[in-house]
């Protein structure tokens, strides 16, 4: 199964709403520019790292979780 960037997003993002919180809250949280929450939430971030994508979902609380298994 191949990761989509841009349904991590998504589910950030209903995150962020379920949980009343802004990009602002998400800037104060990382230290990241308006502009760089808009990109990545927006999908314009072209491959974004496991360590940016970390920083974001722990902005909203949240954890994130992988899963490696054998075929």
Request: proline fraction near 1%.
């Amino acid at each position: 199964m191949d990761v989509n960037i841009d349904d991590i997003m998504i589910q950030i993002k209903h995150i962020m709403i379920d949980k009343g919180l802004r990009q602002k809250d998400i800037c104060n949280k990382t230290g990241w520019s308006n502009q760089t929450v808009s990109n990545l939430l927006a999908g314009r971030t072209s491959n974004p790292s496991l360590r940016v994508i970390t920083q974001l979902v722990n902005a909203v609380d949240c954890r994130l979780y992988l899963d490696i298994r054998d075929n």
